[in-house]
């Protein structure tokens, strides 16, 4: 019988647990045993209701495109509480020079693919529309090592293209800095259209019309939820997991290398494992490995990660009519305010809100401002609304307000992030039975860390030579 410690039970750590419960069940000789060291399972995904409505505390959604976390949901027996986004609505914002301005129609992420809507936009002045138009002969360019996004966008669109969409863009998924992150490990995609292409402008018109030949079917939305929000998956795999597996409240302060093994101490007790997937973000398990490996805790360590604060305000039903249409808006950090994003969660999925209930959740925080988690509640709360006043106009007393913050919680992958990425790998090779799930490596997103985590599984059941049996499907 071989044993696996899995450490962390977030979304990734799950995700570990289901597979090695599917081979279990399939009859594979193992056990494991989930540490996570808070009272609640789930990590950053928490949903909770409030006055009829559907608040979330961190993820609101996953991006449709990336299959692993709509896959695990169906497995789950969530397949029928998938929804989408109202794409039909999907209008976001930038603050420019304390205006909204829409994200021009046709522009993904930040390449043009309609000329109409971008030459009419009041989002970039009339430079940088020319250098849009410039951009189309950019010659292709293989990389020569790694750089930031800053420097990338900057090189095909200039700097306000930076300030005004990459940067705001990324704070808020990364909640980081577009100075810092790394082209090759945020954003590969672009990269490798600038080395095949040279213009993304027209790799990406030349990968849309691939896509339209190839597929008939209607557009997909943006952005999968579930209908009683993101806690829903994490309380349906936990429904799948044996009870005796999960230990809550289990701190592991200490792992050691023993007898071809892994000693896991939690509390008082320690325990001898065969394998351990390690599923905690990056800066724990840095710590846990100091003993163990210096070299690999110090590459670990080197993942930087930002803390933010997301902030829901629930409001009357009339506040609805106050506000611009569409799911909500971006502020660039060149604007001088300390709110990052506001989204108009009514608007952007069905189920979240009544009728007669709006609700707006906001995000503060980020690499530039991580001061705020040392403000209270209160002080949070009345930045939030004083902002809210000065670019929306919304005045209004909330009917709630819910606040959560999370300390250091998204992964920053800086440059040099996939040649760190390699280093590691080469450091666990000495480590055998050892595996790293989570955000800090290989994709922030709940779908890339649903399949880090069956991939560390799977690895694990491999290394162990633990027998393939055909996993079954755990439905129900
Ligand atoms: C505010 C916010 C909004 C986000 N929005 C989106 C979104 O809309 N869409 C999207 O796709 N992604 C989003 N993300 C990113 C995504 O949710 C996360 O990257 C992902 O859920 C991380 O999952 P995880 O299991 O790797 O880590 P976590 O959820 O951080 O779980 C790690 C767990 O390890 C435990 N742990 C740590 N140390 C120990 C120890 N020593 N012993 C035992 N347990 C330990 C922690 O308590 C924690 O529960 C968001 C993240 C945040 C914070």
Redesign the pocket.
């Known amino acids: 019988m071989k044993r696996i410690a899995i450490?962390?039970?977030?979304?990734?750590?799950l995700s570990a647990a289901f597979v090695l419960e599917k081979r279990r069940l399939a009859g594979a000789s193992l056990e494991y045993v989930l540490?996570?060291?808070?009272r609640r399972l789930g990590?950053?995904?928490v949903t909770e209701h409030v006055d009829g409505c559907l608040v979330e505390a961190?993820?609101?959604?996953?991006?449709t495109e990336k299959p692993w976390a709509s896959d695990l949901c169906r497995e789950v027996g969530l397949g029928d509480q998938l929804i989408g986004s109202n794409d039909a609505d999907r209008k976001t914002y930038i603050l420019v020079k304390g205006r909204l301005a829409l994200i021009p129609d046709g522009l993904m992420f930040m390449v043009p693919t309609k000329i109409a809507p971008t030459v009419l936009s009041p989002l970039f002045s009339v430079r940088t529309k020319l250098r849009m138009a410039r951009e189309w002969f950019h010659p292709p360019r293989k990389a020569e090592g790694d750089e930031t996004v800053a420097a990338f966008v900057e090189r095909h669109y200039g700097s306000e293209m930076v300030d005004r969409l990459a940067d705001p863009l990324l704070s808020g998924v990364y909640g980081g800095e577009a100075a810092q992150l790394s082209v090759r490990a945020v954003l590969p995609r672009f990269a490798e259209m600038e080395a095949t292409h040279g213009s993304l402008g027209r790799a990406m018109l030349a990968a849309r019309k691939k896509m339209a030949r190839a597929s008939k079917a209607p557009a997909r939305p943006l952005f999968t939820s579930l209908k009683n929000g993101m806690q829903q998956l994490v309380d349906a795999v936990v429904s799948r997991l044996p009870a005796s597996a999960l230990l809550t409240n289990?701190?592991?302060q200490r792992i050691q290398r023993r007898e071809g093994g892994w000693v896991v101490s939690a509390g008082y007790a320690s325990d001898h494992f065969d394998a351990i997937i390690m599923?905690?973000?990056a800066t724990?398990a840095a710590e846990?490995l100091r003993l163990t490996s210096v070299e690999l805790a110090s590459e670990l360590g080197g993942i930087q990660y930002t803390s933010?604060v997301?902030v829901n305000l629930g409001y009357k039903g009339s506040v609805r009519a106050a506000l611009p249409p569409g799911f909500g808006f971006l502020v660039p950090r060149s604007e001088g305010k300390r709110m990052l994003a506001a989204t108009f969660v009514h608007n952007k999925f069905p189920h979240r809100a009544p009728e007669d209930r709006a609700l707006l959740r906001c995000f503060i925080g980020g690499a530039c401002n991580e001061r705020v988690l040392q403000s209270s509640d209160e002080e949070v709360v009345n930045i939030i609304r004083e902002e809210l006043q000065q670019i929306i106009g919304l005045t209004a007393d909330p009917l709630f307000t819910r606040l959560y913050r999370?300390q250091g919680?998204?992964a920053q992958y800086g440059v040099g992030h996939l040649e760190r990425l390699g280093r590691i790998e080469g450091l666990l090779q000495q480590l055998p039975g050892l595996t790293l799930a989570?955000?800090g490596y290989r994709g922030?997103?709940?779908?890339d860390?649903v399949r880090s985590g069956s991939e560390a599984a799977n690895r694990t059941l491999l290394t162990l030579g633990v027998r393939e049996v055909a996993p079954q499907a755990l439905t129900s």
């Open positions: 450490i962390g039970g977030g979304i990734s750590g540490f996570e060291s808070s990590g950053v995904l961190g993820p609101d959604s996953f991006l289990g701190r592991v599923a905690t973000p724990s846990l933010s997301t999370w919680a998204m989570g955000n922030i997103g709940v779908p860390c």
